[in-house]
């Protein structure tokens, strides 16, 4: 069982250019969720789905986008990514509401040059 | 705004060296207070959640208690793979979660 699994682990990146953040589960959850985890601070939650064609923003959404377009998948994408955006993103599902515990995959390291 | 702190920010215990960290939180409503463990290089893991003040869970060597206005993780005996960072996070009425900086725990043999 899987579980949560993120593509890429590791990426770099040089200002401007552009790419997508893959994020899979086989738990059959209807909620995902994209975090964002700087050093010092706490998850932030950047945008989130309720379910199949759902998203959602959260905390900390601009200059990035989701798509939904499947249960078991969350794309997380930079349309010109900055340096502010160099971070470690972390996918995450739930089960049913915002309130139950979340499973998290193991994060994808990017770096924005 | 909502807040969660956690504190202290790091932590260095001897191997069997009891203590607790703290998740102080200001939300509006409290609907859940959930303990995550997270490894380097890893995501976090969930540990426990909390419901309602007085209520406590307890796993292994950890035991995580909830009252109005904080939350604490107590380590009974821990070893040195207990060392980890613990977050904790809280939603409120809207069921919007907000999760602390995390404490870093380092148990030494």
């Known amino acids: 069982n899987a579980g949560v699994t993120q593509t890429p682990k590791f990426r770099v990146l040089k200002t401007g250019q552009s790419m997508t953040l893959l994020c899979a589960q086989d738990?059959?959850?209807?909620?995902m969720y994209w975090y964002r985890q700087d050093p010092g601070m706490g998850l932030r939650l950047i945008h989130y789905s309720v379910g199949e064609g759902t998203t959602a923003k959260g905390e900390v959404p601009d200059g990035y986008n989701v798509s939904r377009l499947k249960k078991q998948n969350f794309l997380l994408g930079l349309e010109s990514a900055a340096p502010s955006q160099t971070s470690v993103y972390f996918c995450?599902?739930?089960?049913?509401?915002?309130?139950?515990?979340?499973?998290f995959g193991d994060g994808t390291r990017l770096s924005i040059l | 705004e909502d807040q969660v702190t956690q504190s202290p920010e790091a932590l260095r215990l001897q191997e069997g060296e009891s203590s607790s960290l703290n998740c102080s939180y200001t939300v509006s409503g409290l609907r859940g207070l959930f303990w995550y463990r997270q490894d380097p290089g890893k995501g976090p893991e969930f540990l426990f959640t909390?419901?309602?003040a007085g209520e406590e869970k307890e796993k292994e060597r950890l035991k995580a208690t909830l009252t109005k206005k904080e939350s604490f993780l107590h380590i009974t005996a821990p070893k040195p793979e207990d060392s980890a960072t613990y977050l904790c996070?809280?939603?409120?009425?809207?069921?919007?979660?907000?999760f602390g900086a995390g404490t870093r725990l380092t148990v030494k043999p």
């Open positions: 996070a809280a939603t409120d009425l809207n069921n919007d979660m907000r």
């Open positions: 909390l419901y309602s």
């Open positions: 738990m059959n959850h209807e909620y």
């Open positions: 995450a599902s739930s089960l049913g509401t915002r309130n139950q515990p979340q499973h």
